[in-house]
């Protein structure tokens, strides 16, 4: 299998080249639920160690519906199939370039989630034009075993976030904390049904946080499905933030912000409203090409389908 590894703001992803199972040729969607239905040895063989990282994400790239689309894209993690990735969207338009695929300027790209355009500015830095994000529930309060009450917004921005304030600051000495903390309130979402209109679990949580840079808006905790922490500051999860600051009157329309992941990599952001009542985030951050390798699974090795 052929991959090229980049981070983004620190955070990993693996572009899939090829080697992957086949998911047909309909709605990426379909074959996001495809691959995830049926093909969980395989995510589990890219991403978990021996092979994989913590905190990395994987892009399978496969050929989109939209001709327009440079490529298609399917987006996981350790512990689920993506409808979008941020951090990951920037490192596959880095690693496109890598490879001659897609040179300076504007591009599409097919996510299950829909079509997202990337702007490329140079070798490292890339804009993500995203779908259309929204805050769908305002002010929303659950009760956390162990940890009392949380007030926040629920945020679709590709992935769906609980957004709340962090108890304690959103540094690199409180991660531990910040993880246990921040499963302990996705798992009570869950169990007292804060999720989407279709019923759509909560799969990450978003602490925010004071930034000790003058310039930032703010430094936020974001833990993913898989319970581990964000290393970038997490396109799709700052886009549900802009989508509740903008739904609250706290940002306007074209108004640049940066907002910090808690190791303090930085994305720009701004959004301009949305078609259905929703905003449209541009997200602009850089990554960097680490390694190009093939991966090789070998019968006879025990750890084949990885540590599990």
Not at 112 to 133: C, R, W
Not at 182 to 202: F, K, L
């Amino acid at each position: 299998m052929h991959v090229i590894d980049s981070h983004t703001g620190g955070m990993p992803t693996r572009v899939i080249l090829d080697g992957s199972p086949d998911l047909g040729s309909g709605p990426l969607c379909v074959r996001a639920e495809t691959l995830s239905r049926a093909h969980s040895e395989f995510c589990d063989s890219v991403l978990l160690e021996p092979r994989g990282q913590p905190g990395m994400v994987a892009a399978l790239l496969v050929e989109p519906v939209d001709p327009e689309c440079v490529t298609g894209v399917i987006y996981f993690d350790a512990d689920a199939v993506l409808g979008m990735c941020g951090h990951g969207t920037i490192g596959l338009a880095v690693t496109l370039a890598h490879l001659g695929r897609i040179d300076v300027g504007t591009h599409k790209i097919e996510t299950p989630a829909g079509i997202v355009t990337v702007e490329l500015h140079d070798a490292n830095t890339v804009s993500v034009t995203n779908i259309e994000s929204r805050r769908i529930h305002h002010a929303v309060s659950v009760e956390v075993k162990g940890h009392g009450s949380f007030t926040g917004d629920l945020a679709y921005g590709g992935n769906w976030f609980f957004i709340c304030d962090a108890p304690i600051e959103v540094s690199t000495g409180n991660i531990a904390a910040l993880t246990e903390l921040s499963s302990a309130i996705r798992e009570a979402c869950v169990q007292n049904g804060v999720c989407g209109p279709d019923g759509e679990a909560v799969d990450h949580v978003i602490l925010r946080g004071a930034s000790p840079n003058a310039s930032s808006f703010s430094r936020n905790f974001v833990l993913c499905p898989d319970n581990e922490y964000d290393r970038s500051p997490c396109g799709t999860g700052s886009s549900g933030f802009v989508a509740c600051l903008a739904a609250s009157g706290q940002l306007a329309e074209g108004t640049e912000i940066v907002l910090e992941s808690v190791i303090g990599s930085a994305y720009t952001l701004s959004y301009r409203n949305g078609p259905t009542g929703g905003v449209i985030p541009r997200i602009t951050g850089q990554a960097y090409v680490m390694a190009e390798a093939k991966l090789l699974f070998a019968t006879q090795d025990p750890f084949k389908a990885g540590i599990t």
